[in-house]
């Protein structure tokens, strides 16, 4: 009976688990270039009360939406942006870009956006950006915009917000970027709905499971205690 304690105090551990990641991805489902995180069960380190669960980030395209900002560049394929924060290289997708005080092309936060010359400088944001990020201030070629892609996207990691970090990466060819443009979350709500209705479900399934213990546990002691009487 402890055996079937802990199998479905396991399980209400994982229904947590997965009702937190969800209620995080909708929280994000306005956020720039936000990837939802789905929770999957497989056999390895990271176990939650027996039962072992590894998060995945979902890298697809989220929803792209057009801006009148020219430093707005969001990518409708596969890749990321690089960029630098101090001596780190981290890769992004969001690109809700400005121009800071030092004539830098810097992220939302003030980290340097990387170029095929390394930091991207700018006297004007009266620019033009095509499908493969190079950058044209009145019809002279500026900079390119680095764009890769890890090698094993799943040996990515997050960083902190929306900032990533990989080990080997390689240069996207045609990134598909898209000027006066942001990338938003890809969260689907009605993806998300349906696990809220799965993760109910099952919370519901382990109450009445460990309820029918609760009353066959009483059952039991008071057979014992008629006997003994």
């Known amino acids: 009976m402890d055996f079937l304690i802990d199998t479905v105090a396991g399980s209400l551990s994982s229904d947590l688990s997965r009702l937190s990641l969800v209620s995080n991805n909708l929280s994000n489902i306005n956020s720039l270039s936000f990837k939802r995180v789905v929770n999957s069960i497989i056999s390895g380190d990271a176990s939650v009360d027996g039962i072992n669960i590894h998060q995945n980030r979902d890298f697809s395209v989220g929803n792209i939406v057009p801006t009148e900002n020219s430093l707005d560049v969001a ?6 942006f690089v960029v630098q924060q101090g001596d780190s290289t981290l890769l992004t997708r969001r690109g809700d870009f400005h121009i800071d005080s030092e004539d830098k092309l810097v992220t939302h936060d003030g980290l340097t956006v990387l170029g095929s010359n390394g930091a991207i400088f ?3 944001d009266d620019l033009s950006i095509d499908q493969l990020g190079n950058i044209f201030h ?5 900079d390119t915009l680095s764009i890769v892609k890890p090698i094993d996207i799943n040996s990515i990691s997050n960083v902190r917000d929306t900032y990533y970090r990989a080990e080997n990466y390689q240069v996207v060819e045609d990134p598909g970027i898209l000027q006066h443009h942001l990338e938003y979350s890809n969260v689907d709500i009605s993806q998300e709905m349906v696990q809220l209705i799965e ?3 099952h919370f519901q399934m382990n109450q009445v499971v460990l309820r029918t213990y609760d009353e066959l546990l009483a059952n039991t002691i008071n057979q014992f205690a008629d006997i003994s009487q």
């Open 75 to 80: 990518l409708s394929g596969e890749g990321f």
């Open 122 to 124: 700018l006297s004007s």
């Open 138 to 142: 009145n019809d002279q070629s500026v």
């Open 199 to 201: 993760i109910s479900r």
